[in-house]
């Protein structure tokens, strides 16, 4: 599988058409090649599908997919792997995602993710989106358990794509944070963007940010932290991880950012389940939009994981 190539499109780009801008990056590639690319979706912005006229902004980020060759098959041969699934219809799956469990394939990754399963259990969404990560209208990082969309079909797909785009989606989240938040409820608005120390990461200290904003309610206090309720109105990379150890509220079992000391954690056995575990205190616990295809309301909500009632 070959890699991700990504821009960072600066102010002297704005405004030109991606297109344009991508012919430039790739000189070998005939005009018409590219526009394929675009129409087998892949090219993203800001992690959405775009159109070939799509014009570019200050700080958009461009991925570009190469369609791997001899291993596409291998690399996208289904797995039996249960999974639990929360909702289902003609368009749409929505499924618990465990923790430690990729998405979709990518850079080191190549099986066993949750489009593996997903196509042994529903083959026919080969076909739908992205070639790499055929039905995959929005992702949870790798740690986060909780509830993830599906599309069954290519309709459902862009328009789920949409309303993820358009803001038209509420994201609930449970966050196990460290330390007692001092007001019940608050709001986070940093911009967020690439750690200029450390590309792997993001931070509120970014050259190059994009605005991100967080909500959140306590929902119970305990010794070591808090349970909280967290909604998040942007959906930038590692939005809720990084917004929260900002405030000195590192997720439990964040170790990229700040939440990896366990000691902080009094009860010994407590302590010790959660390290064998590997638990990691952020759970994607619902979603609400109106369908795409019928227009009805749903409210979609994946239960916490069994370990989490240790807590």
Known sequence: MKSVRSFVISVENAGIRIDRFLTQQYSQQSRSAIQKWFETGLVHVNDQTVKASYRLRDQDRIEVLDLPTEDADVALSPW???LEILFEDQALLAINKPAHMVVHPG??????????????????IHTVGHPLRPGIVHR????????LLLAKTQEAYLRMTSLFKDRLIRKHYRAAVFGQMERKQGRIEK??????SNRKK??????RARPAVTLYSVLQNYDFGSLLDVEILTGRTHQIRVHLSSEKHPILGDAKYGGGNW?????AALRNRLKQTAFFGLHAFSLEFDHPMTGKHLYLEAPLPEIWTAL
Do not use: C, M, W, Y
């Open 202 to 207: 993001i931070s509120v200290r970014a050259r």
């Open 107 to 124: 850079a080191g990754v190549g099986h066993h993710t949750v489009v593996h399963a997903a196509l042994h259990h529903f083959p026919g």
């Open 80 to 82: 039996n792997f249960p």
């Open 140 to 147: 949870l990082d790798k740690e986060t358990s909780g509830i």
């Open 191 to 196: 911009a967020l963007g690439r750690d200029p």
């Open 263 to 267: 000691n902080r954690i009094q009860d």
